[in-house]
């Protein structure tokens, strides 16, 4: 079972990003699947989540109107696109298989680094 994200880097603060994490290993179609993220010395936040048909189902209120998340069950593929992204963003992105904490599974995570 794998969970791979990637996608992260350097933006100054407005860019954009898109995140993705290519899964393997399990039957992806039938999980729901969340992005998390942890800021240097701060615990998780869960960000987003998307149901297994692809709905998105939660949004934290800090990236609500900014992130949106996607999935592409042929590619067993889930996505953050982040718009308009703020300092505050920037921390360790790891996508989980599950809709809310505990998870069973979470990836490596991709890192984000917004600041000028």
């Known amino acids: 079972l794998q969970l791979q994200a990637s996608g992260g880097g350097l933006v100054q603060p407005g860019g954009s990003l898109t995140l993705s994490c290519a899964a393997s290993g399990f039957t992806f179609t039938v999980y729901y699947m969340t992005w998390v993220r942890q800021a240097p010395g701060k615990g998780p936040e869960r960000v987003s989540s998307i149901t297994p048909g692809g709905t998105p189902s939660y949004y934290s209120d800090s990236v609500k109107g900014r992130f949106t998340v996607s999935r592409d069950n042929n590619e067993n593929t889930v996505y953050l696109q982040m718009n308009g992204l703020k300092p505050e963003d920037t921390a360790l992105y790891y996508c989980?298989?599950?809709?809310?904490?505990?998870?069973?599974?979470r990836g490596r995570g991709t890192l984000v680094t917004v600041s000028s």
């Open positions: 989980a298989r599950g809709y809310a904490t505990p998870y069973d599974y």
